[in-house]
């Protein structure tokens, strides 16, 4: 039961979230605050992740997919083409399941897992709607900070 604050807490930051996907609200925040001034291209980061590894980045754009057991993960694109996922492992940021169109700012340290990640699979319960597997990119932004809002 080591898990349960962690996951009440990521379950009461995606019900405070999921009211920045309704319309009429300007910006909520989840996690530290945003501290860097300018994003990263994500096209960049796509071209040469080992370069931007363990490095503290900023990106943003359309949430085109999202974690729909717990809000854990997000895939953003940045309106040229270009796509990157940000996850947040321990579930201390969670985004709300129904995010998919609104513009998402997600701050954190880009990491590459050492081997090949195998597929995080979520137990069974009410607050995550049940078993899920979350994506396993090769890379992703990890979100230590995120700022979501309806354009």
């Known amino acids: 039961m080591r898990r349960f604050p962690a996951i009440a807490a990521a379950a009461l930051m995606g019900a405070l979230l999921s009211a920045a996907c309704e319309e009429g609200t300007e910006v909520l925040k989840a996690g530290a605050p945003i ?20 490095k503290m980045v900023l990106v943003e754009g359309t949430v085109t997919g999202v974690c729909q057991g717990s809000g854990c993960w997000a895939l953003i694109e940045d309106g040229k ?23 998402l700012r997600v701050q954190g340290p880009l990491f590459i897992p050492e ?19 979350c994506a396993t990119p090769g890379f992703f932004v990890t979100m230590t900070a995120a700022e979501l809002s309806r354009p």
């Not at 960049?44 to 363990?54: M, R």
């Not at 083409?81 to 513009?103: E, F, M, R, T």
């Open 115 to 133: 081997e090949e990640p195998e597929h995080d699979q979520e137990e069974g319960d009410e607050e995550h709607g049940g078993a899920h597997v």
């Open 35 to 54: 501290t860097l001034d300018r994003a990263n291209d994500i096209g960049l980061i796509n071209e040469a992740p080992e370069s931007f590894d363990g």
């Open 81 to 103: 083409g270009n796509q990157i996922y940000a996850k947040s492992p321990d579930h201390s940021v969670a985004l709300p399941v129904n995010c998919a169109g609104a513009h």
